[in-house]
């Protein structure tokens, strides 16, 4: 009998529990008690890579010993055969994994390691010192460390993270705001929810460093109501947190006063949107704002508002723990950091992929996801989102740089990229851009509002075959008056997804490609 | 003797109830959206005589109110089924069969998107990203989050719903 404590880790993330997590820690547990040993199951977030869950972790001298994909019936059996102890024939160290060793992780560092809701595992691991180093720096030096960094909106747009609070810093208002949009609508994007639930309190010290910085005392997370364990873990940290004094008044004994709260969407795509998204938290309908004025002068309630993503908020504790030089030393061209690439669809793994910008779309799609699931070729990948291009195969030399794929008529997005092999019908894709902007149109701007339901008619004809080149010709002017005359990216992208599958895919609309090269044509042809 | 619960006196209780959220939430900032949650999560829908009673603890118009309960998909104006089970249909999952098992799925329930069966017991629908984008298809039953879910599978989950 063995009589040491052997730490187990098995993910609590929303994914891992969708394909049995918690069936294997339950047999794990009961397996154990059998056995006579002694384990302690923790439940921590998800390493991100998806394909292997559940992932199972046993904690050795030498590191974590992985097994995956577990399945609940075979607990019972690799327990038999020494999982405790990890001698049966596992994936070995989980951080020596390929798929491991590729990423570099700052964001995501802790995700998976860490119990999400231990406060002490989170300080144990390096939380807080970003806060703390802030702390100790005056609001305007904070901001220029962030824009030094590079740090660029991870949401989508890509606009540079410290150049906002410093528009927020200069304004003088009653209050200040600090909103967190985790309203992650995007199909294929899940790093939000994966941080969210595996390391909370990272972003809790990410908007209380905002706080310091542009000098905002409350602070809200729109989250969406499709991921309820979300909204779970994020509202038990932020209790957890004002137990520590990590929220509230005088933080970590200085003189800071920010408190911090969580707000649930009711299923409106366009909530995304930033001023829709502070229109849903004043309580009103998710109807885009006619910029200027821009949030960050007069965002919620009218007050200056630092509005940023989960995922660039997040990372600013470990630009103020490490330095933005440090930071700024990963990426290329103005792309600086690391981003954190998700890989879903028709993929063969899936996950999040945390690496400096700059890897090429072919390495993440061939080479970590090992194409599609399906095991037929890739036909094409739509990058970030459902307003994001679809790419094809020719084009997996680009490099995951904003500026590169706004080159090639693409856009990086919030990183998220999904894979579709050779049995998908593009046109039948983009004709689903066309209503899927039909149904989540807030419906204030007629490009968007008519628009999409006018391109689904469109492209029905033309699949129809009825006037084919007019319907081309009429689809090509719909989509301009779209990009240009669009209030927000809803309408004013929807024709990006519909361009791209038709240059590269024309054949599925029953016309010839115009490019079907690997260069990087013009993005408005 | 029996007793009778008069029609009138349900939507008294309702509304009371209705009032009583809409006055504790009242001091939030922005308090609409929570408080139409909080009724749905107590009362199963947000039904058209709540929305005067929320309209006048929050000192808005009925209309104003209206507006916002019409606009999200979330808030039911309907009682639904004793399950919700949605079936993700975004381009992910969709990349996978999602299609396919939407199709399965309005044929097993024998109602479509939105609808509920006869019996009370399912309603069904469809949902456009449930975060689940390298385990898909993803379907959703009541909070559970559920991935790689084949029309077997799926006939299970439907089956424990009903």
Redesign the interface.
């Known amino acids: 009998m063995n009589a040491v404590t052997v730490r187990v880790f098995v993910p609590r993330d929303a994914a891992a529990r969708s394909v049995g997590a918690d069936e294997v820690a339950e047999r794990i547990a009961a397996a154990a008690a059998t056995a006579g040993r002694t384990v302690e199951v923790v439940r921590t977030g998800s390493r991100g890579m998806l394909w292997l869950e559940p992932l199972v972790e046993v904690e050795t001298p030498a590191g974590r010993v992985g097994y995956g994909p577990v399945a609940p019936e075979e607990v019972d059996g690799l327990v038999a055969a020494g999982l405790l102890d990890a001698t049966p024939e596992g994936l070995g160290l989980v951080e020596d994994l390929p798929w491991m060793r590729r990423q570099q992780r700052l964001t995501f560092a802790r995700v998976g390691v860490v119990d999400p809701l231990s406060a002490d595992d989170f300080e144990a691991h390096g939380g807080y010192a970003g806060l703390r180093a802030a702390l100790a720096m005056e609001p305007a030096a904070v901001v220029e460390e962030v824009v030094s960094s590079g740090l660029r909106g991870r949401g989508g747009a890509g606009f540079p993270t410290g150049i906002k609070w410093r528009t927020v810093l200069g304004a003088t208002a009653d209050i200040k705001f600090v909103c967190c949009n985790a309203d992650e609508g995007d199909s294929g994007t899940f790093a939000d929810r994966m941080l969210i639930e595996g390391d909370p309190f990272t972003l809790i010290e990410g908007m209380t460093i905002a706080a310091h910085a542009v000098g905002a005392t409350e602070g809200y997370v729109y989250l969406r109501s499709e991921y309820p364990e979300a909204v779970e873990t994020l509202s038990a940290a932020i209790e957890i947190a004002r137990a520590r004094g990590w929220l509230g008044e005088r933080i970590l004994g200085s003189e800071l006063t920010f408190d911090l709260h969580v707000r649930v969407g009711a299923g409106a795509y366009i909530c995304g949107e930033e001023t829709s998204m502070l229109e849903s938290l004043e309580g009103k309908r998710g109807m885009v704002r006619a910029k200027p004025p821009i949030p960050a002068l007069e965002g919620l309630f009218g007050r200056p508002t630092v509005v940023n993503n989960v995922l660039s908020l997040a990372t600013v504790p470990t630009i103020l723990a490490g330095g933005a030089a440090a930071y700024a030393a990963y990426g290329m061209g103005r792309s600086l950091g690391t981003n954190v690439f998700q890989l879903g669809g028709n993929i063969a793994r899936g996950g999040i992929v945390e690496t400096a910008f700059g890897i090429t779309l072919g390495e993440l799609v061939e080479d970590l996801g090992g194409g599609a699931a399906s095991g037929r070729p890739v036909r094409a990948v739509q990058v970030g989102g459902p307003l994001g291009a679809y790419v094809p195969t020719t084009q997996f030399d680009l490099p995951m740089d904003y500026e590169s794929f706004a080159a090639a008529g693409a856009m990086v997005g919030h990183g998220g990229i999904v894979v579709f092999d050779d049995t998908v019908d593009m046109s039948s894709m983009a004709r689903f851009a066309f209503s899927f902007c039909a149904e989540e149109s807030c419906g204030k701007c007629t490009p968007c509002r008519v628009g999409a339901v006018r391109g689904v008619e469109t492209i029905d004809r033309i699949r129809a075959g009825e006037d084919r080149s007019k319907n081309l010709v009429l689809l090509d002017d719909l989509c301009e008056l779209m990009t240009d005359g669009s209030l927000c990216a809803m309408g004013g992208l929807t024709p990006l997804p519909v361009r791209s599958a038709l240059r590269h895919f024309g054949e599925d609309f029953g016309v010839p490609a115009t490019t079907t090269t690997g260069s990087t044509d013009g993005g408005t042809a | 003797m029996f007793m009778t619960t008069d029609v009138t006196d349900l939507a008294a209780v309702r509304a009371e109830h209705v009032r009583h959220i809409a006055t504790t939430l009242r001091d939030?900032?922005?308090?609409?959206?929570?408080i139409?949650?909080a009724v749905q999560e107590d009362l199963g829908h947000v039904d058209q005589a709540d929305v005067p009673v929320i309209a006048d603890v929050l000192n808005l118009s009925v209309a104003?109110v209206h507006?916002?309960v019409t606009?999200?998909?979330?808030?039911r104006r309907a009682p639904g089924g004793r399950t919700t089970v949605r079936v993700c249909q975004?381009?992910?999952?969709?990349?996978?069969g999602a299609e396919a098992l939407g199709e399965h799925a309005k044929r097993r329930t024998g109602v479509g998107f939105g609808a509920t069966t006869s019996d009370g017991a399912v309603t069904l629908d469809e949902?456009?990203?449930?975060?689940?984008?390298?385990?898909?298809p993803?379907v959703?039953v009541g909070?559970?989050?559920?991935?790689?879910v084949t029309p077997a599978r799926l006939d299970a989950l439907l089956g424990e719903a009903r």
């Open positions: 939030v900032r922005g308090p609409l959206i929570p139409l949650h104003e507006g916002v606009f999200y998909r979330d808030f975004a381009e992910a999952c969709q990349a996978v949902v456009f990203c449930l975060g689940n984008c390298a385990l898909g993803a959703q909070d559970r989050l559920h991935g790689r």
